[in-house]
């Protein structure tokens, strides 16, 4: 092979690496947001579900050190071990699948709209994002919620060892401390919600 057939193809390899890299952005293609499959656009979704925002906080729950999360509602990076330190929450972990999740959630929205309510945040897992979003937006809930994907474990679910049954509750308490919510495993009014977090403070 000739010096001129070296460069040649030198030449070649470099421009096609420059089309593959520039390619997406002549489309008008966004680049994969956190918590969206490659090339989706959770924009739209986002923007009607109108999730609050994450909690961010000061501190550390040690069970959740360096546990990191997309905000389901924004994208942004949720540090968990920070976010839920210094105050008492309810973390719900559930997925768009889970029939009782589904009857959950709203008795989930009420209670954190009641005075003296704990925070509460979601945590969905084992299903997609926009199908997240879209179910926050037809049940009308709007809690801060953070994705820990689709597969059949993530960093939430394996720092707080969570069960195969959904959905999950823990409470996490100002000093630090996370315990699942067992009596009961789900919640079937927003009375037993203020119950459980009143017998756990």
Do not use: H
Not at 85 to 107: D, K, Q, S, Y
Not at 123 to 150: I, M, T
């Amino acid at each position: 092979m000739t010096t001129a057939t070296k460069w040649a193809l030198a030449v070649g390899v470099l421009a096609l690496a420059v089309l593959v890299a520039v390619l997406p952005n002549l489309r008008g293609e966004q680049p994969a947001q956190p918590g969206a499959a490659a090339g989706e656009d959770l924009g739209p979704a986002r923007a009607a579900a109108a999730l609050e925002p994450c909690p961010r906080g000061e501190g550390t729950v040690e069970q959740l050190a360096g546990v990191e999360v997309p905000c389901l509602g924004d994208g942004s990076q949720v540090d968990l071990g920070s976010a839920l330190a210094g105050e008492t929450t309810l973390v719900n972990v559930w997925a768009t699948w889970c029939g009782p999740c589904r009857e959950e959630l709203p008795l989930l929205q009420e209670y954190a709209e009641r005075p003296g309510a704990a925070r509460v945040l979601a945590v969905q897992v084992q299903s997609g994002a926009r199908e997240g979003l879209e179910l926050f937006d037809e049940l009308g809930v709007r809690l801060p919620s953070v994705y820990d994907g689709e597969g059949p474990t993530g960093p939430v679910r394996d720092a707080l060892r969570v069960p195969r049954s959904l959905p999950a509750s823990y409470l996490v308490s100002p000093d630090g401390s996370v315990r699942l919510i067992e009596n009961p495993r789900l919640f079937r009014s927003v009375e037993q919600i203020r119950e459980a977090v009143g017998a756990a403070r």
